[in-house]
């Protein structure tokens, strides 16, 4: 770790990543299902540790000093719209970015989903450790995040109602009648959002937290020279350690074990977790299989998120697979 190299190029995807990161809390939808909606209090913190660790082996002081500044100035501005849940946010953010240093520290040669998997892990222990110190009950955070979804949703309608009462939607409605009942009957589904949101809160925050990481690592290795670890690598080579099918095998015991009714919250937001990360080496292997490239990729990535619940289950499917068969390991057919 430290080695100075040339930097990483590839400025397009990252910053169209992080456009989309920051744009969550103008999308109704995605404010409902992305845990912190205000995402930069996740990234800030993660690439000011990025950039920390830099400067440790060698690298510029002070681009670590802007961002220690920049993540310092994020963290300690409150956001008095999300009350209570807006003290748990910046908690979480900071423990993430500091477990992540911690970790990436002590383990240097690591690659960076190890460490960001680590990372959240340790998060989650600090958390409950600080609830157990603090006598908080989980009901209390469970509350709160209630209450910031409610507030969420609350926001969302109370725009939808003023842009029904625009002009403008008022003609666009007269003249596109089955778009607008389209995008009405889109708004009144938001209501049932909130709730799986809820019950699948921890399994949420998990992955936007290594989502948060990544794109952090990613911005930090454009910005610098000094290697902090190994680069990302494509989708279509992501792949982890298969010991995490045990993470798979204990939520669905805890959800079908009779016995074990009072843990199957957690057994399923297990499930939720882990199950997402093996529909995306699933997405890997689909991408390593089927090779695309120039538009013909885009048009993949298109065909993805239009027919998303028929291919997160194959994808589901082919990631579990993956863990007994290894598909990349075997030859890619002639075509």
Known sequence: MGAASRREH????VILV??????????????????????IVLIAPAMAACALLGWMAEGRAWLAAIWMGLAIWILSTEHPAAGAFDVLAR?????????????????????????ALSATALSFAVGVLVLMG????PSTAARRVSDELGRRLAASEAEWEAREQSAEWKELAQRYPAAAAMVGEGESQLRGIPPVTERLFPAL?????LAALGLAWSLYHRASRTRIGPPLRPLREFRFNDQLIWGVVLGVTLMVVPTLQEARGIGLNLVAFFGALYALRGLGVLDWFLAPRGF?????????????????????GLGLGD????????ARPAA
């Open 91 to 115: 908690g979480w953010a900071t423990m993430l970015a500091a477990s992540f240093g911690i970790v990436s520290a002590a383990t240097p040669g690591r690659p960076f989903f190890s460490r």
């Open 296 to 316: 013909v990729r885009m048009l993949f990535f298109i065909a993805i998120f239009l027919a998303w619940p028929v291919v997160s289950v194959f994808s589901l």
């Open 323 to 330: 863990t007994w068969i290894d598909w990349r390991g075997r």
């Open 10 to 13: 590839g400025w397009r995807r």
């Open 205 to 209: 925050l998990a992955l936007e937290s």
């Open 134 to 137: 603090t006598r908080a009950s």
């Open 18 to 39: 992080l456009l989309l990161a920051l744009a969550v809390p103008m999308v109704a939808i995605l404010r409902l299902v992305v845990p912190i909606e205000q995402t």
